[in-house]
């Protein structure tokens, strides 16, 4: 019990630290930018991939129970709705925990392990915000970019589903997206995937810098930061819904 | 054996350490250590693995703390230093790690640019660049400018590593195992970079190491470590001139040539 309260205080430290030190200079402007690239542009080709099959197969598994009730107009709508409330920015933060946490992590880890992050420390350079600040700033920005991307491109394989068997054009299919969705969608959407761009980065950047016992430890890190990430995630998403329902007055 | 550096300047102490004490846990690694490095000065610390060498170090730069006593770093006392005032003595101070401790993700040039963009904001990329050459050119390894911390061997990543400490022109230089895993031939050349480094850019050394060829070709003053505290101090054939069953026994097991 003692050891769970103490890894409590150690995260919230690392935390409140995060916040203490992001407004204060200086600005790493450059890794920031390296981060956003390696974060962002490096998970587009995984992201696309996904994204694109999620929006075929979903579409492809709603028609029959939506065919059942003569209602295969309404697919664009469900999977608008399905896609932009919960699942773009579900399976990209799943994704992005899987690669980019892990990565974070890992590369934390070897750091702390081989001395890189003393290396730092010694030479006075603060290697929190060089190293937490700048990855958790990328990844609180880069996961609801990376969010809209796989949003589209979701949809885009939806409407290849649907336009191959409803014969639907790209402008009815959209009309009907954008019909379905609120600006409360939107915003929940995009404010969830900040909440979990910064989960990720955090996570990963805890575990990393945290790590020891050397090379075992570099791959305990990278695995607890996928998993405690993942298992955050899901819990956020559960909070997230209810304030949304409670919002529209479910 | 090494010959005595003659700038070194006995008045002038720019590290002092009393009584100092670090456990871990319930393990005493240093119980009452008292240790005075002065200008100019080569400093090897001998002892064998796990006795707190490298935590001795790690206190000296801030990187631990210490349980108990004083240590006085150029005038100033470490772990009485707020953040700001211990980064700002931390210039003055290189500390070469064991495993080198190059950003394995940043080229050599990269590497060495790192603490120059950060603690020489005044100097123009021209000066960053003269400096870098120079501070390569020191260490004999101006042709790796472009390579990854990857492609060099222990030896070449060492160099490097002695290069980026020394790119901001410290005072002190502290040295973990600067020879450890290098074959013979390339450990000698460390020991005569670690001496080049003393007189050409007039520094003041603590080496930690167990490998005694090392402490003969680069201290001028020898100390050893065994059970957390300096049992033999003086020249390295003064430390070893001695009954001492366990200072004799370190001697044996090492190779002399």
């Known amino acids: ?250 | 054996m090494k010959t005595l550096n003659p700038k070194i300047d006995k008045s002038s102490k720019v590290i002092a350490i009393e009584g100092l004490k670090k456990a871990f846990d319930d393990f005493e690694v240093l119980k009452g250590v008292d240790l005075e490095l002065y200008q100019g000065e080569n400093l090897v610390v001998l002892g064998r693995s796990g006795t707190g060498k490298s935590v001795l170090i790690k206190i000296i730069a801030g990187l631990l703390r210490p349980d108990e006593g004083m240590i006085n770093v150029l005038g100033q006392e470490v772990d009485r230093l707020t953040p700001k005032e211990l980064d700002r003595l931390r210039l003055k101070i290189g500390f070469s790690f064991q495993n080198s401790a190059l950003y394995d993700s940043m080229t050599v040039y990269e590497n060495l640019e790192f603490p120059l963009v950060r603690h020489m904001k005044e100097l123009g990329k021209a000066d960053r660049d003269r400096s870098i050459e120079e501070v390569l050119e020191a260490v004999g390894l101006s042709q790796s400018i472009n390579q990854m911390p990857s492609e060099l061997s222990g030896g070449q990543r060492k160099r490097i590593g002695i290069a980026r400490t020394l790119i901001l022109r410290p005072e002190i230089m502290l040295y973990d195992e600067p020879t450890a895993g290098l074959d013979p031939i390339t450990s000698m050349d460390i020991n005569n970079l670690i001496n080049e480094v003393q007189r050409r850019f007039n520094t003041s050394s603590i080496i930690i190491t167990h490998d005694l060829t090392c402490a003969r070709a680069v201290g001028d003053r020898v100390v050893m470590l065994l059970d957390g505290q300096f049992q033999r101090q003086g020249t390295f054939d003064e430390v070893f001139a001695t009954t001492d069953e366990r200072v004799k026994a370190f001697y044996n097991y090492n190779f002399i040539d």
Not at chain 1, 85 to 94: E, G, I, N, Q, S
Not at chain 1, 161 to 181: G, K, M, P
């Open chain 1, 1 to 250: 019990m003692d050891r769970i309260f103490m890894e409590l205080a150690s995260i919230y430290a690392f935390v409140a630290r995060f916040f203490r030190e992001v407004f204060v200079p200086p600005y790493e402007f450059r890794e920031i930018i390296r981060q956003c690239y390696e974060v962002g542009v490096r998970s587009l080709p995984l992201i696309s991939l996904t994204g694109f099959i999620i929006g075929i197969v979903f579409t492809n598994q709603s028609r029959p129970s939506l065919a059942d009730l003569g209602a295969t107009a309404l697919l664009p709508a469900l999977i608008s709705v399905a896609i932009v409330r919960a699942m773009a920015p579900l399976v990209t933060a799943l994704i992005a925990s899987g690669r980019v946490g892990s990565g974070i992590g890992a590369e934390l880890g070897s750091m702390r392990v081989t001395e890189q992050i003393d290396a730092m420390e010694v030479s006075a350079t603060n290697p929190f915000n060089f190293l937490v600040v700048t990855r958790v700033l990328a990844t609180t920005l880069m996961i609801p970019a990376l969010t809209m991307y796989t949003t589209f491109v979701a949809l885009m394989g939806g409407f290849v589903n649907v336009s191959q068997n409803e014969l639907t054009s790209l402008t009815t299919f959209f009309t009907q997206v954008f019909d379905a969705i609120t600006f409360l969608d939107i915003i929940s959407s995009s404010v969830k995937s900040v909440i979990f761009g910064f989960t990720i980065g955090m996570v990963g950047c805890y575990k990393g810098y945290n790590s020891s016992k050397g090379t075992e430890g570099v791959g305990k890190a990278a695995n607890s930061a996928v998993v405690t990430a993942m298992f955050l995630i899901f819990i956020e998403e559960l909070l997230i819904l209810q304030v949304v329902n409670a919002l529209r007055g479910i």
